[in-house]
């Protein structure tokens, strides 16, 4: 028997929302071919689309160490898979690579075994995969990418995941410079202490954006897309971030911000052709650094 899944890029963060915001767009997404074998144990048999980045060691990747928590929790270790994995989208560059596959894994093996968990007590098994990748298991890749459209992450412990609503005619469009910055890294120059004052602004936005995504209300989100906490530190690892934002926001952006931990920046727009135009425009500032236009409809 055999399943072949597909999981969603993500945005992380959405801006203001650091690692408790989350959504997943259409694509791109990784796919995963899982297959039962009589052996147990879970193998990878072949990676496509990584340039060669990524692990077959199942202990060292987060596919199969993922899957294997799972088999283990729920009393299966003796279950044998093995696992193809199509990577569509690139490694490092803030659109959730890792935790779409760890998620195409989980949802392959859940499904292989005629669903025993829901996809919300799956989220757990994927944040062990981001510990894996980065250093810390954030859920706001992993939630949405397994829940689809909007998520909030309202509290680590206990996990307390909500999904949200958000108007229909929200475009997204995201742009990757291709440089690499990998997450644990752009992790460990953000600021562990904060002041207050930045706090109630942050807050201030979170909520707002909150709420404009409940009421549907796209100039309260335009307006609530601030981060005066993460932002100015990571705006220095994506070149020229500032005059992108200026572009942007003269080509008719809602909004534009750095998707996850970067370097891939997203934009939200009133329709598609926004974000196409905005795309391009951001694209030819760009040449030299051969971006590569990812699209659009967000969320799924
Ligand atoms: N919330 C995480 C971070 C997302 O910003 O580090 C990583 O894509």
């Avoid at 692990?55 to 294997?68: E, G, M």
């Avoid at 009393?75 to 998620?103: N, Q, W």
């Avoid at 934009?267 to 196409?276: I, K, P, S, W």
């Amino acid at each position: 028997r055999s399943v072949n899944v597909f999981a969603p890029a993500t945005v992380a963060n959405v801006v203001c929302g650091y690692d408790v915001l989350g959504f997943a767009v259409n694509a791109p997404g990784d796919e995963v071919i899982m297959r039962l074998r009589d052996e147990p144990g879970v193998i990878i048999t072949k990676i496509s689309g990584d340039e060669g980045r990524l692990p077959y060691d199942p202990a060292k990747n987060t596919v199969s160490l993922s899957v294997q928590h799972y088999l283990n929790h729920i009393g299966r270790p003796d279950v044998g898979v093995e696992i193809e994995l199509f990577k569509k989208m690139p490694i490092g560059s803030g659109l959730g690579s890792s935790s779409a596959s760890t998620v195409a894994g989980l949802f392959a093996i859940n499904t292989l075994m005629d669903s025993p968990l829901s996809k919300m007590e799956l989220v757990p098994f994927a944040m062990k995969g981001e510990e894996m990748a980065c250093g810390y298991g954030h859920a706001d890749n992993v939630a949405p990418a397994l829940l689809g459209g909007f998520v909030l992450v309202r509290s680590y412990e206990p996990l307390d995941i909500i999904k949200l609503p958000y108007p229909e005619e929200l475009f997204c469009s995201i742009v990757f410079p291709q440089i690499d910055v990998p997450t644990r890294d752009a992790r460990q120059i953000i600021r562990s202490k904060i002041l207050l004052k930045d706090a109630v602004v942050q807050w201030g936005n979170v909520a707002g954006l909150v709420a404009g995504l409940y009421t549907k209300d796209i100039d309260l989100i335009a307006r609530s897309m601030k981060d005066v906490i993460v932002e100015p530190v990571r705006s220095i690892l994506i070149p020229d971030f500032y005059k992108l934002r200026e572009i942007a926001m003269e080509n008719g952006a809602l909004s534009f911000g750095i998707s996850g931990s970067g370097p891939s920046v997203f934009t939200f727009t009133r329709n598609e052709d926004d974000a196409r135009i905005i795309n391009e425009k951001l694209q030819k500032h760009f040449l030299w650094l051969d971006t590569e236009s990812i699209a659009y409809r967000s969320p799924i």
